[in-house]
């Protein structure tokens, strides 16, 4: 229920920023021009130990490029700022209380390049590709605990990753930035990150 309220509080903002989209004018290229950008991250981890979620959240940097009007490539730096505990077994320990784990992010780096279409002045939807280097992390309140987990969380720290998004503009070379995809997939452990955020960045 965490994870779709948060979800939910993020539509009034996105229904809220493309009200300010208004009606398409000239479109103004944004070739060689150069952004900055820090972002709010909310990270959904799925299929941990089998079926179980988890949700952290992130503060991300982002440094990017225009190539063309119509391609662009970033790089980022994250770094968790919250972890989630969730239940790592069904069994109960001697006071009948469920065996559970902290689960989060330490940080993690990506480089994304893609495709961008400037619908208006004032409205830009993207799609971006790349690879994700992440570090989690697992924390057992009790020392004697199984270890379910590997203590980064993931076997494996690299993974490609991809970005769904719209920038619109709310102040000169000011935009807002709404992203939804995939952070980070392990092929061992199956353990999915996903990840939604919310941001501003500066065009010059």
Same mark, same amino acid.
């Given at each position: 229920?965490? +994870?779709?309220?948060?979800?939910?509080?993020?539509?009034?903002?996105?229904?809220?920023?493309?009200?300010?989209?208004?009606?398409?004018?000239?479109?103004?290229?944004?070739?060689?021009?150069?952004?900055?950008?820090?972002?709010?991250?909310?990270?959904?981890?799925?299929?941990?130990?089998?079926?179980?979620? @988890?949700?952290?959240?992130?503060?991300?940097?982002?440094?990017?490029?225009?190539?063309?009007?119509?391609?662009? +490539?970033?790089?980022?730096?994250?770094?968790?700022?919250? *972890?989630?505990?969730?239940?790592?077994? +069904?069994? +109960?320990?001697?006071?009948?209380?469920?065996?559970?784990?902290?689960?989060?992010?330490?940080?993690?780096?990506?480089?994304?390049?893609?495709?961008?279409?400037?619908?208006? *002045?004032?409205?830009?939807?993207?799609?971006?590709?790349?690879?994700?280097?992440?570090?989690?992390?697992?924390?057992?309140?009790?020392?004697?605990?199984?270890?379910?987990?590997?203590?980064?969380?993931?076997?494996?720290?690299?993974?490609?990753?991809?970005?769904? @998004?719209?920038?619109?503009?709310?102040?000169?070379?000011?935009?807002?930035?709404?992203?939804?995809?995939?952070?980070?997939?392990?092929?061992?452990?199956?353990?999915?990150?996903?990840?939604?955020?919310?941001?501003?960045?500066?065009?010059?």
């Amino acid at each position: 229920m965490k +994870t779709l309220s948060a979800n939910l509080a993020l539509w009034p903002l996105l229904a809220g920023m493309l009200t300010l989209s208004t009606q398409a004018g000239a479109e103004v290229s944004k070739e060689d021009l150069t952004y900055i950008g820090v972002n709010w991250t909310q990270l959904e981890f799925e299929r941990i130990l089998g079926h179980r979620k @988890g949700t952290a959240y992130a503060g991300t940097l982002v440094l990017g490029t225009y190539i063309t009007d119509y391609v662009k +490539t970033e790089f980022r730096a994250g770094l968790g700022v919250s *972890d989630d505990e969730i239940n790592s077994s +069904t069994r +109960t320990d001697a006071f009948g209380q469920q065996e559970y784990i902290s689960i989060g992010v330490e940080d993690y780096y990506s480089w994304y390049m893609g495709a961008q279409y400037p619908a208006t *002045d004032y409205m830009t939807v993207f799609a971006q590709f790349g690879f994700t280097h992440m570090i989690g992390k697992v924390e057992y309140p009790d020392p004697d605990q199984p270890r379910r987990l590997p203590d980064d969380l993931t076997d494996s720290s690299f993974s490609m990753s991809y970005i769904l @998004g719209a920038d619109i503009r709310i102040y000169g070379d000011f935009w807002g930035t709404l992203e939804y995809g995939r952070l980070h997939r392990d092929s061992i452990t199956d353990i999915r990150t996903n990840q939604m955020s919310a941001g501003i960045k500066y065009e010059f």
